[in-house]
C-alpha cells in the first residue's frame, strides 16, 4: 500500500537532510560542502600489474564516511540555524514528490509549510541527528494533514442504539463490498448489525447486497428492485429498533452529486431514516478525482467520515493523504482487499509510521 509514495518519501527525506548538512558544513569554518562531497564515490582506477621493482599499495586506504553516512550520523554539536534558503530546492522536490502523487494542492501546500516553519530558523539540540530532524518534520506535518480519523467503535458506544450509517458514493467504487466489509468488522467488534438493501436502482444490486448478508449472517431488509429507497431503509431501522440491533447499515445506489434526481432521492433518504452518519465512499486509486468528489458530495447531500477502498491497489496515496485536510472530514476506514477482512480503520500515526519506514 502507498508503496510508491514511500519510495519518493524516502528521497525527499535524504534530499532535505543533504540541505541541512550542506548548510551545516557552510557553517563551519573551511567546512564548505564541495560537488565532491555529493558525488557518487569514485570507481577506483585499475590497479597497475604488478610492476617488478615497484611499492606495493597500501592494503586500505583509512575510510571516508561518505556524504549519505555523514547525513545519518551527523552530530550537530553546537548550535545551526537552518535557513529557508538552504532547503529551498529540497521543499521544492517534495512539492513535486507531493503533486505527482496525486496530494490535492491544498494538502501539499500544508506540509510543505509545516516542514519549513519545523526546520528553518530553529536553534538544533545538540546531538540531534540531521535525519532525525527531517523525520520528524515530516511525521508531524503528515500527521496534522491526515487529522485524527475516525473512531467508530467509540463512537457506537456513545450513541443511542440503533446507530444508522448512510452509505453514498459514485457507481462501482466498491461502496456495497464496504457495506459488507464493516458489517462483518462490526460483528467481530461485538456488536449487532442489520444491512438496509438500499440501491434498488441497479439491476443485480438487492442480491450483491442479499449474498454477502448471508455470507456473513448478518440479517438483510430487501424490497424488490425499483422500490423507494427510503422506504427500505425506513423498515431497516425500524427492525433494528424492534430487535434492538446496535447498528444500521444502508447501501444505496451509486450517484454523481450532479445528477439531480438521485441526489434529491438521497436527499428524501436522509429525511426518511435520519442517518447519524453519512460516510462517503470513494476508490483511493482515483487519486484526485476521489477528493474532488467527495468535496461535492460533501457540499451537496454532507458527509460526516470518509471510507477509501483499493488502498492495495493504489501506489500513490494521494488520496488518503488529502482527503480529510481538503474536505475537512475524517477518513474512517481503508479498503485493503476483497476479502470480507480486508478493511483496516484508518489509524494515522501507523500509515505515517508505514511512509517513513525505518524513520528515526
Ligand atoms: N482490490 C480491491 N477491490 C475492492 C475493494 N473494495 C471493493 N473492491 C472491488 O470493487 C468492485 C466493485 O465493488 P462493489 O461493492 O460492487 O461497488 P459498488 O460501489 O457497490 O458498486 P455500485 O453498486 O455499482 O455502486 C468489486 O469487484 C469489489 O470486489 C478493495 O478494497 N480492494
Known sequence: MFGGLREKLKAARERLGGSINAAAARAEPGGEITPADTAKPPIPAPKPDAVPGTAAAPASEPSVPTFVQKMKTLIIDRELIVSEKDLDDALSELELTLLESDVALPATDAIISSVEKNLVGRHRKIGESVDHLVVHALKAALLDVLG???????????????VKILFTGVNGTGKTTTVAKIGSWLRKEGFTVVIGAGDT??????????????????????HQEGADPSAVLFDTVEYAKAHKIDVVLADTAGRFHNKANLM????KIKRVMKP?????????????????RAFEFDRTV???AVVLTKADMDSRGGA??????????????LGVGQAYDDIMPFEPATVVEELLEGGA
Request: cysteine-free; aromatic content about 6%; proline content about 3%.
Open 148 to 162: 485524527q480519523g475516525f473512531d467508530l467503535k467509540a463512537y457506537i458506544a456513545k450513541h443511542e442504539r440503533p
Open 201 to 222: 436502482y441497479r439491476a443485480g444490486a438487492i442480491e450483491q447486497i442479499a449474498v454477502h448478508a448471508e455470507r456473513l449472517g448478518i440479517r438483510v431488509i430487501q
Open 264 to 267: 434529491s432521492q438521497l436527499e
Open 276 to 292: 447519524d452518519l453519512v460516510v462517503y465512499v470513494d476508490e483511493a486509486v482515483a487519486g484526485n478525482d476521489a477528493v474532488t
Open 302 to 304: 454532507g458527509a460526516d
Open 320 to 333: 488518503a493523504i488529502s482527503i480529510a485536510h481538503t474536505i475537512g472530514k475524517p477518513l474512517m476506514f
